[in-house]
């Protein structure tokens, strides 16, 4: 599983919500490399449309909530049917996150090229 935030705000906050659920301070977690991807999918869950979150019986409070126990049972399903990535709400309340299953790419396309290093504080911020 590749978890990659859509935008860099989504990844600052994705840091900030790791450093609290393991009681570590942001500086703990760096360095760190951040990289933008060029991504090219046709088998994407978007769980960000309303009507697609209605029609498998899941709200948005239910992804976003601090259990992952659906989000996983989602992921399991998501990869067994071949789904390339899950596309959902970060549940960090900032921007969105894509789940890509690195196992169901196939010619897809999933290509990192490195976008800046976070050596301290000051790099992380907005």
Excluded: K
């Excluded at 659920?21 to 977690?29: F, G, M, T, W």
């Excluded at 909530?65 to 998501?78: K, Q, S």
Aim: glycine residues 8%; charged residues 20%; proline residues 5%.
């Amino acid at each position: 599983m590749l978890y990659l935030c859509r935008t860099r705000p989504c990844a600052v906050a994705e840091l900030q919500r790791l450093g609290e659920r393991q009681s570590l301070p942001i500086e703990d977690l760096l360095p760190r490399e951040l990289s933008r991807f060029d991504i090219a999918l046709d088998q994407t869950l978007d769980l960000t449309e309303a009507n697609v979150r209605a029609s498998i019986g899941i709200d948005l409070d239910t992804l976003t909530a601090p259990d992952w126990t659906l989000c996983n049972e989602l992921g399991v399903i998501g990869h067994s049917l071949g789904i390339q990535a899950i596309h959902s709400a970060s549940a960090t309340g900032t921007d969105d996150v894509l789940a890509i299953f690195v196992q169901n790419v196939g010619l897809g396309r999933v290509a990192p090229q490195l976008a800046e290093t976070w050596q301290s504080l000051g790099d992380v911020a907005p």
